[in-house]
């Protein structure tokens, strides 16, 4: 089973609209961290925002923001107010705290949705 | 600050041909990582390091092996290459931190050929 679901291979939004791209995980750890990363057409990975599982409160950074919802296992990243700088690939990561010597340290991506920002 | 450093950029190899990525990184990090990214795929682990001197696999180890005998290296080979090992590899390299919440930085990327 994938650690990491994105489930929107691609998606579009006009300049200036705000744009929500979805993630789901799968992990039975209390202690995990979300990572969502920006990779232009250029190829290189730009860390963008992180969330803890036991943050009681949603991660901001500048226009980006994680949608936190533990329950249902989902750390949805919105983008508002959009540029067409922003068209990129954006992948959702996971890291478990895993005590289990298997796995430790294991950093999971999805596959990436893939974002078209137009004017 | 270099950061991650990979090596090289872009190779070619023929089938069966052995080579080695070297990952450097200069931020004193415990841990680090080598993908594949491969179109539709997103990145997939390959194997991974907790520390100078252990490895372990990831999700898609087989043709590759990795050392780290110093901290600052992370070295990835392919004994005998084969055209599905085409790809663009990717380093990475984290401090463990508290509660899990260091981000992992990433080199440029390697993109490998093999014909």
């Known amino acids: 089973a994938q650690k990491i679901t994105q489930t929107q291979p691609g998606m579009f939004v006009q300049e200036k609209e705000a744009v929500t791209l979805d993630c789901t995980y799968d992990?039975?750890?209390?202690?995990?961290?979300l990572f969502w990363y920006k990779q232009p057409s250029s190829g290189e990975m730009i860390f963008l925002i992180y969330?803890?599982?036991?943050?009681?409160q949603n991660a901001t950074e500048g226009r980006y923001s994680l949608n936190f919802q533990k329950a249902r296992k989902s750390a949805n990243l919105v983008i508002s107010a959009s540029q067409l700088g922003d068209s990129a690939m954006y992948f959702c990561?996971?890291?478990?705290?895993?005590?289990?010597?298997?796995?430790?340290?294991?950093?999971?991506f999805g596959r990436g949705t893939q974002l078209t920002v137009w004017p | 600050n270099a950061g991650v450093t990979q090596t090289p950029k872009f190779r070619v190899l023929k089938t069966g041909q052995s080579m080695t990525l070297l990952c450097a990184q200069d931020?004193?990090?415990?841990?680090m990582y080598w993908y594949r990214q491969d179109p539709g795929m997103g990145l997939r682990l390959i194997h991974y390091?907790?520390?100078?001197?252990?490895?372990a696999k990831g999700e898609v180890p087989d043709g590759y092996n990795v050392s780290r005998l110093k901290k600052q290296n992370f070295l990835l080979g392919l004994e005998s290459a084969a055209p599905s090992q085409t790809s663009v590899y990717f380093c990475?390299?984290?401090?463990?931190?508290?509660?899990?919440?260091?981000?992992?930085?990433f080199g440029q990327g390697t993109r490998l050929t093999v014909v």
């Open positions: 990475a390299s984290s401090y463990p931190g508290r509660d899990w919440n260091t981000e992992a930085f």
């Open positions: 992990t039975s750890d209390q202690s995990y961290g």
């Open positions: 969330q803890g599982s036991y943050d009681e």
């Open positions: 990561a996971m890291r478990e705290k895993a005590d289990r010597g298997s796995t430790l340290g294991r950093l999971y």
């Open positions: 931020m004193n990090h415990e841990y």
């Open positions: 390091s907790v520390g100078e001197g252990t490895t």
